[in-house]
């Protein structure tokens, strides 16, 4: 039953990835609620969705080719120190300290998701007043990600948006490519370290590879706001339950 509900929310995950995003709102609720402790299953499901980071890196690979090399390189290394710095944390957070701060994490992902355009046209009004591609504004980012991966791509495309970047295609390439440097030395950090679930990682692997397949043809049948209203109805919900978890009894 454990591994039914896992295959069952990975699936869906690579569905919410490949239309919209959002897929760690599934994989990592899921994983807690089987059992897993807050920051193994934090771990695991970085694990579990990374497939779909890399196949987006590899369905952008000509935009990508079109970005200066000495640019890409730099803004990957900036995004693999604050990506390690972020995975590091997640290592000596206790399961006590990672579950006070996931509900928040989570609420701040939803709304980010749900108002993602929003924040984009609001980055992008005010670029001109912020100086570009800053080294800071990504490794924050990159933290973040590496910490907790929720969000992670509407927080990167509104960053892009103050460095003035308006191609939304080179935008989406340049998200995916961070996102899976970001993932792959997360991956790393955490296999090392021991916290990954291997066996509900590989099945979930599998699944939300089936599920971005799946949500190849979904995306372009179904109609955007009704794929915002179900991410963000399980993003409040999962946030709700969370927050329930950390001052309910017990």
Known sequence: MEFLVLITAAFG?????SV??????????????????????????????????????LGFRQELAGFDRGR????????????????????????EAF????PFLLLGATLA???????????????????????LGLFAVALYG???????GIILLALFSLWGMVDLDRMNALKSGLSFLLSAISVAVFAAAGLV???Q?????????????????????????????????????????FFWRLVGPG
């Open 201 to 241: 990682a590989i099945v979930m692997m599998l699944a939300a590879t089936a599920g971005g397949y799946a949500g190849a043809s979904l995306a372009r049948a179904l109609p955007k706001p009704a794929v915002r209203g179900v991410i963000a109805t399980v993003g409040f919900g999962m946030s709700a339950v």
């Open 146 to 152: 590496g910490y907790f991966n929720g969000g992670l």
């Open 72 to 95: 890409l390189l730099r803004l990957a290394g900036i995004t693999l120190m604050g990506g390690l710095v972020g995975s590091g944390l997640l290592l000596v957070s206790s399961n």
């Open 113 to 135: 998701f749900m108002f993602g355009d929003q924040v984009r046209q609001w980055a992008a009004a005010r670029a001109r007043d912020v100086s570009p591609e800053g080294a």
């Open 13 to 17: 995950a690579g569905v919410l990835n």
């Open 197 to 199: 679930a291997w066996p």
């Open 99 to 102: 579950s006070f701060v996931v």
């Open 20 to 57: 919209a995003g959002g897929g760690t709102f599934l994989t990592f609720p899921a994983l807690v609620f089987t059992g897993m402790p807050p920051v193994t299953a934090s771990a695991t499901s970085t694990v579990a969705v990374f497939p779909g980071y890399m196949g987006g890196a």
